[in-house]
């Protein structure tokens, strides 16, 4: 079927960077949005950034300046370059993608596994 595959997360000090990947594979038609959530301990999953097929971008109020997000069509890849963090970003970082596995299909959302990414001060 298909499979979200995600890379990148760690242990990194406040105001370091990470850049989190995360690879579609599997029988993939057409893939429109994706995506990244985070889960903190405690607290609901909330979007972190998305990206269209046509490259619209979307941001949480809380990494806009800091974060970005890109794509590669090409490889079906979503990035998640992550700079200036700061311990509030730590959290289990989900992928997201919304695929169409044939032409007759309807689009369903997939989820990746969740790589965790902590924040030191």
């Known amino acids: 079927q298909v499979q979200l595959v995600e890379s990148g997360g760690g242990l990194v000090q406040a105001g370091g960077s990470l850049r989190l990947s995360c690879a579609a594979s599997?029988?993939?038609?057409?893939?429109?949005?994706m995506g990244w959530y985070r889960q903190a301990p405690g607290k609901q999953r909330e979007l972190v950034a998305s990206?269209?097929?046509?490259?619209?971008?979307n941001y949480a109020d809380s990494v806009k300046g800091r974060f970005t997000i890109s794509r590669d069509n090409a490889q079906n890849t979503v990035y998640l370059q992550m700079n200036s963090l700061k311990p509030e970003d730590t959290a289990v970082y989900y992928c997201?993608?919304?695929?169409?596995?044939?032409?007759?299909?309807?689009?369903?959302?997939?989820w990746g596994q969740g790589t965790q990414v902590t924040v030191s001060s």
């Open positions: 997201a993608a919304d695929i169409m596995v044939s032409a007759v299909a309807s689009f369903r959302r997939f």
């Open positions: 599997g029988i993939i038609f057409k893939i429109n949005l």
């Open positions: 990206v269209t097929s046509g490259s619209s971008t």
